[in-house]
């Protein structure tokens, strides 16, 4: 008997020697930081970014990162769903706003000068989801999140999206500042020189600290950087006021000061990790929601420029949706490694569903893949990606009306929703290898890839039920003016000096 027991015992212990201890989770997600806006990618000499080219020694770059949408909450909104949002059904950032709507809906007319028509997004993220917070709690993880949510107010805040904690429990587009005094209904500044990133970054760390020897976390780092509005340390404003050359597109002291406090607030948190002898048990994610804010003015100038990409947030072209992305996972990743492989937000849900060895709902369907084998160094297999964005903000530069993406390979295809002849779509191909700045439609000259890739894009939006743009039954060619798409409105009566085109302006 003794012997069996005895046995049993060894079993045991090796067993739990054998089991995986659960890893961490810190996902990091700037708000409108750019492809450019980072010193990762080689495209910018003003802003510094040391402690992200920390975080790129310990794991993967990736240089084909998308977001899954242009704007902020759809792509929050796929990182928790694993859903694109032509699936889920947030299109727009407007969350914020106080009519309730679960999914999207369409809509019967537009404005005369549209020839299609805008579906109102989702303005909820909703709780019956299985969203990823839920998920990560269920298996036994403390769940905290800090910083920007914007998917909704009580009750769709995080804390009835799986986690415990909530700071500073704001359902706002963006910070009320960032420089003190501020107060949120959890947070109220210590002290009038006190920066939203550098209290947020050392609230998380507390929390961190509070349950890293009780259970594993997941943490939420979601920033309020570099989201309007603009507003930085003086100090840094001061430094880089001295750093500005006119000839740079990149040339605005605030902004990369901004920068600069975000990139900080990545150091304290590497630091803590470390501190806490975390290092080896903490997977950590950093990415952006959408690419660099290129509308707003600030110093005179846009507050940055995605060079050499085109284009920039709430737009469909690359400066609105590749974003700078780096994925450390311990004894995964190859150090200082990087990857060509093409990936978008969404697949992060799975992706995490597979690091953490936590089983996928039931009877529920993703959009996002498991990038395990990019991670690994290796390649994956995918047709491609589909971006979704049936909206048209006149935000500069380079807007255009409601569209739909695929990008495949090293061809970009945008089909811009009944902009042709007779209610017919309208397409913008590109070959992203040989044209990063998409400067050079190809879609006359190749009717085939066009015809295929428009297949992938019919294909996938049939099967996620996608409430999509109509022909606009109030079309009058009298008031269509394609000259204006992609100006901004403010310029347009420039571009516009007939009476007809300056009524439609008022509009």
């Avoid at 750019?34 to 910018?44: F, K, M």
């Avoid at 995080?158 to 501020?182: A, E, I, N, S, T």
């Avoid at 990606?385 to 390979?409: E, K, N």
């Avoid at 000259?445 to 996608?466: C, F, G, H, W």
Wanted: some cysteine; proline content about 9%.
């Amino acid at each position: 008997m003794k012997r069996y027991l005895t046995s049993i015992c060894i079993f045991c212990a090796a067993a739990a020697l054998a089991a995986p201890k659960p890893i961490n989770v810190v996902f990091i997600l700037a708000d409108d930081l750019g492809w450019a806006d980072t010193t990762l990618y080689g495209q910018t000499s003003l802003y510094e970014t040391p402690n992200l080219e920390r975080l790129a020694k310990r794991g993967m770059t990736f240089s084909r990162a998308y977001a899954n949408s242009p704007l902020c909450s759809p792509t929050r909104a796929s990182i928790l769903t694993g859903q694109t949002p032509a699936r889920h059904g947030s299109t727009a950032p407007q969350h914020h706003q106080k009519e309730i709507r679960l999914k999207a809906k369409a809509a019967k007319a537009s404005a005369p000068g549209n020839k299609a028509t805008v579906p109102a997004s989702a303005t909820r993220l909703d709780t019956k989801l299985p969203t990823l917070g839920k998920q990560v709690k269920q298996a036994g993880y403390a769940t905290g999140h800090f910083g920007k949510w914007h998917l909704g107010f009580t009750p769709f805040t995080p804390l009835q999206h799986g986690f415990d904690v909530d700071l500073p429990h704001f359902p706002g587009p963006g910070p009320k500042g960032y420089m003190g005094p501020w107060k949120y209904l959890k947070l109220e500044s210590k002290d009038p020189n006190e920066h939203i990133e550098d209290r947020m970054a050392q609230e998380a760390i507390s929390w961190m600290n509070s349950v890293k020897d009780e259970k594993p976390f997941f943490m939420n780092y979601w920033m309020f950087s570099v989201h309007a509005p603009f507003d930085a340390k003086p100090e840094l404003i001061e430094k880089y006021q001295a750093k500005i050359e006119a000839d740079d597109p990149q040339r605005s002291p605030v902004y990369a000061a901004m920068v600069e406090s975000m990139d900080d607030a990545v150091g304290t948190l590497l630091d803590a990790v470390d501190q806490a002898g975390l290092t080896d048990e903490t997977i950590i994610i950093f990415t952006s929601d959408n690419g660099g804010n290129m509308y707003n003015t600030v110093d005179g100038t846009t507050p940055t420029s995605n060079t050499p990409l085109r284009g920039g947030k709430a737009t469909m072209f690359e400066g609105g949706i590749r974003v700078p992305t780096v994925v450390v996972w311990p004894g995964v990743v190859k150090p200082g490694s990087r990857s060509d492989e093409l990936i978008q937000t969404s697949d992060f849900y799975t992706t995490l569903h597979s690091m953490l060895n936590i089983p996928m709902p039931k009877d529920y369907v993703v959009d996002g893949i498991d990038i395990t084998g990019a991670l690994k160094g290796g390649s994956l297999n995918r047709r491609g990606i589909i971006t979704y964005f049936p909206h048209s903000p006149p935000a500069p530069p380079h807007w255009l009306p409601p569209s739909v993406s695929v990008i495949s390979g090293d061809w970009k295809l945008i089909r811009l929703f009944h902009q042709g002849e007779n209610g017919a779509h309208d397409y913008l191909l590109y070959n992203l290898k040989d044209d990063l700045g998409e400067t050079n439609n190809l879609a006359k000259s190749n009717p085939e890839k066009v015809q295929m890739l428009d297949r992938m894009i019919q294909n996938y939006l049939d099967e996620a039920q996608t409430v999509v743009p109509v022909p606009n039954p109030k079309f009058d060619p009298a008031k269509y003016h394609p000259e204006l798409i992609g100006v901004p409105k403010k310029k347009q009566k420039k571009k516009a000096p007939k009476k007809n085109e300056a009524k439609a302006e008022k509009k």
